[in-house]
């Protein structure tokens, strides 16, 4: 076997088949495999922004390790932005990036790069395979590195020639070592608390924002009356009716104040105490207010679920009817007339089937989502967990490419959009089924608004030709047909309405640009 | 004065004026700056990789420090593979990258990352601002440190508080050091070399590819008969009628070892000895024969055009007739009928005007462009310097800026474009002189070649998968327009040759998109 072989075959073994690639003449050897190797499915996309991204999107909905490939230093690190809101989302991910035969890096020539060091800030496991015959089992080990609690990117650097070389063997899978459970006086200790009375939040962070781990905290909420809160930056949340009611806390350092300043006690479950983004002078960066005690019941690292279903056994059940689970799906109704940010998000509300998956970077337009939302058939929301712009679109396709039998919806903004608008493409060679809407209000929002708050004056026209991503329009019709994705572009609310029944009805990739 | 206008008015002071731009809100207090300092120019990009791209473009035309002002770590993160590019293409480069205030580092928010540890691979100086009060100094500093020979990469962090802060001062900037010029014996024993009549090769490298460095290597090529070369990755190269031969190193590695084979010894001048791009399985890389002696007439670093300045003077003139430059223009005859490689090359050499300043990176399709051309008109051409495919649309934007008065001519394969596709809205707002050719073979043309050179068999449809950019096609005219880029396809070489007249005569960008 050569190691490019004992490579894939040892991926395949440990349950990752499915390949975000791009690759170059340094994985032609990897790619020979993949031609012949037919258990595994390969995803070009056209530009590695989209690659990483896709990857994360795949494992937040697939729940397990996602897999790219990728060409030498500059190739990765085309993929660095993604791979950072990556690492912040916690999902485990193995990049496999080919490097210069082992002899001819030192001749350093044009590629050559110092892809260590690139991959270091990213990578929580980071090898460069010395032989063929280690392949498989390096391969092996960054399986087990990417799904160790909370889940973690590997990265595995594979020069040429141990890709060319015989001697490879396919390693088996060791088993992966469980996450550990908070100790039992730990679980006590929050039960007491929670039982005590105060007004309480628990931040919900990794695995507790879906399935059994979100299902006790609904229980949790419900027999203590207690607010379920999930950080701003979302990797994954169930909600929609039927499930617990989570709030996210705010961006706005001022609203999520507000928002906070209520409780006396924070539990932290798989996560940290809720910070603003960013620093400004003279602001204090805390979100809780100063008699807010926070206690952490599972750390990053443990079986959050598993601490929430523990939890469950340590406090009196059955719930208090008081704190029930809406179970009724309420669509808002349908909006008509001029296009509100609110009144797209009702008709998203009305409109968007069961069991969506939403991707959500629609940044300033998108403020009256989530509230339109909370009732509508069950779904999952994604966000941007790093803050780094351009996922949007990548997620989606590669949530597309994990549940095929689900919609996905990816609301963008423009200039977000703008970052990684290649993975148009993918989504039309793929034939996935993401509808894809636009918020083209065709400034950077944010800068605008943070500018405001600077306090120095109206801005200026310079600065305003920072913010401004008008002269010329975008055209993101034109954008996406140019790379195969139908599309229009809607005018009013009812306009809106009818694009996005067709979009769902297509089953297939289509993008609505919402001028705003 | 506040940290922020230390940094900005202390550039300007240095001459550094003209900022590639993707500000977030880290960057608010340098943007609120430089809206009010019209001394400087900003240009907005909508993708960081276009940034990087852009200033390595201009401090190539310029010659001076090219400037840009990144977001955070995943925006600088973004840029880095044209940062690649531009670290071997040896440029000064000042890169000023926002950073969270520095007491909210340690809080570890969703944009908090290691940018220093991103920076280090491709910065050869690098700094985080420790207080507004040294802010004028280090950017001095930083201002030297690119311009040092031949050319770095400078990377300046700024955290936010240091931006705000009271304290700054304008610093003022150190003469620079000139680099060293090698040493008399040097020179001496290279004149030597040169007399002995054995088949010689000079591989040219930093400024000794335009301007006096070349005039001075043509008068030793005029008097002694040596083959001038260049080496495959090509930084600026001053070409057409009136120049001396320069003969560029070829890309494939039998064909550059049939090229350099008759050559008994090679001097080099700012260069490293020519070796293959990447390693294959029992082949040897090196590309001089291996009677070929190597030696050094100025190293990297040294003041190579000065070098050969001196070289000319140690040597006997004048010039020998049998080798003196070509002075009067040769275009090729106006080629018609079906598109053909050739053709379109045959098209450009016809039509060029004076000064164009060619980017090329056509990849596969532009094999003939450099013959065709050898006669046209003066001009410079600008190549991939470090194989980071995504470079020449940016490229061109920045040499746009740089020399708003000569024509631009960027031609880019498809594969490649889509890269940093978004530099096309950045040549519409800025109205830029740079007509883009898209040559559309709808294929990663070189790994096609690279799997047939593995001689495992014929391509199978799940490598082709990977190799092919078809399905769907992209329609490159959309992709302009929905940019605001003027565009046409053409099908014919009397399509192309009419594209290109009406292409030069806007003065304006524009972009055609050739089918293959």
């Known amino acids: 076997l050569i190691g490019a072989e004992a490579i894939i075959r040892t991926l395949v073994a440990g349950g990752v088949d499915t390949c975000f690639v791009n690759p170059g003449t340094t994985e032609i050897h990897l790619v020979a495999v993949l031609d012949r190797l037919t258990e595994t499915r390969c995803i070009l996309a056209l530009f590695e922004g989209v690659i990483t991204g896709a990857a994360d999107g795949y494992a937040r909905m697939a729940e397990k390790p996602a897999w790219t490939l990728l060409h030498l230093g500059p190739g990765?690190?085309?993929?660095?932005?993604?791979?950072?809101?990556?690492?912040?989302?916690?999902?485990?991910?193995?990049?496999?990036?080919g490097q210069h035969a082992t002899y001819h890096i030192r001749r350093d020539t044009p590629l050559t790069a110092d892809i260590e060091g690139l991959a270091r800030p990213y990578s929580k496991w980071l090898r460069t395979i010395c032989s063929a015959a280690e392949a498989g089992f390096d391969v092996a080990e960054a399986i087990c590195a990417s799904q160790r609690m909370p889940g973690n990117i590997a990265t595995l650097i594979v020069p040429s020639d141990v890709s060319w070389s015989e001697g490879g063997a396919v390693a088996t899978i060791p088993a992966s070592t469980k996450a550990p459970r908070p100790a039992t006086e730990t679980v006590e200790r929050i039960a007491g608390l929670l039982r005590s009375g105060?007004?309480?939040?628990?931040?919900?962070?990794?695995?507790?924002?879906?399935?059994?781990?979100?299902q006790a905290a609904g229980q949790v909420a419900q027999a203590t009356g207690a607010k379920l809160l999930a950080p701003y930056p979302l990797t994954r949340?169930?909600?929609?009716?039927?499930?617990?009611?989570?709030?996210?806390?705010?961006?706005?350092?001022?609203?999520?104040?507000?928002?906070?300043?209520?409780?006396?006690?924070?539990?932290?479950?798989?996560?940290?105490?809720?910070?603003?983004?960013?620093?400004?002078?003279?602001?204090?960066?805390?979100?809780?207010?100063?008699?807010?005690?926070?206690?952490t019941l599972a750390g990053v690292g443990e079986d959050c679920?598993?601490?929430?279903?523990?939890?469950?056994?340590?406090?009196?059940?059955?719930?208090?009817?008081?704190h029930a689970v809406a179970n009724i799906v309420q669509r808002r109704p349908m909006p008509s007339g001029k296009i509100t940010t609110a009144g797209l998000a009702d008709a998203i509300s009305a409109l968007m089937p069961e069991n969506t998956i939403v991707v959500?970077?629609?940044?300033?337009?998108?403020?009256?989502?989530?509230?339109?939302?909370?009732?509508?058939?069950?779904?999952?929301?994604?966000?941007?967990?790093?803050?780094?712009?351009?996922?949007?679109?990548?997620?989606?396709?590669?949530?597309?490419?994990?549940?095929?039998?689900?919609?996905?919806?990816?609301?963008?903004?423009?200039g977000s959009g703008m970052y990684t608008v290649q993975a148009l493409w993918t989504m039309a060679r793929e034939s996935l089924r993401i509808v894809t809407v636009i918020f083209?209000?065709?400034?950077?929002?944010?800068?605008?608004?943070?500018?405001?708050?600077?306090?120095?004056?109206?801005?200026?026209?310079?600065?305003?030709?920072?913010?401004?991503?008008?002269?010329?329009?975008?055209?993101?019709?034109?954008?996406?047909?140019?790379?195969?994705?139908?599309?229009?572009?809607?005018?009013?609310?009812?306009?809106?309405?009818?694009?996005?029944?067709?979009?769902?009805?297509?089953?297939?990739?289509?993008?609505?640009?919402?001028?705003?």
């Open 440 to 516: 083209a209000n065709r400034v950077y929002g944010v800068l605008k608004r943070e500018f405001s708050f600077l306090g120095t004056g109206p801005i200026g026209p310079r600065a305003a030709d920072m913010f401004d991503i008008c002269r010329p329009d975008l055209d993101w019709v034109m954008l996406a047909r140019g790379m195969g994705v139908p599309a229009s572009r809607v005018t009013s609310l009812e306009e809106f309405s009818n694009a996005l029944i067709n979009a769902f009805q297509s089953g297939g990739p289509s993008l609505i640009e919402v001028l705003l």
């Open 360 to 414: 959500d970077e629609s940044m300033t337009s998108g403020r009256e989502l989530m509230p339109s939302t909370k009732l509508a058939p069950r779904h999952d929301w994604l966000g941007n967990t790093g803050g780094a712009i351009g996922i949007a679109m990548p997620l989606a396709l590669g949530a597309a490419v994990a549940c095929p039998e689900r919609q996905v919806l990816c609301l963008s903004a423009d």
């Open 237 to 295: 949340l169930e909600r929609g009716a039927g499930t617990p009611d989570v709030e996210r806390v705010h961006y706005i350092l001022e609203a999520a104040k507000e928002q906070l300043k209520e409780f006396r006690q924070m539990i932290l479950v798989g996560t940290v105490a809720p910070v603003a983004y960013f620093a400004y002078p003279n602001k204090d960066s805390t979100l809780t207010g100063p008699e807010c005690a926070i206690h």
């Open 76 to 97: 990765f690190a085309n993929g660095l932005a993604n791979l950072h809101n990556a690492s912040r989302a916690q999902i485990p991910m193995i990049n496999v990036v």
């Open 198 to 214: 105060v007004k309480t939040a628990i931040l919900l962070g990794g695995n507790t924002l879906y399935g059994k781990g979100l």
């Open 305 to 322: 679920a598993g601490a929430m279903q523990d939890l469950v056994e340590a406090l009196p059940m059955p719930v208090n009817p008081q």
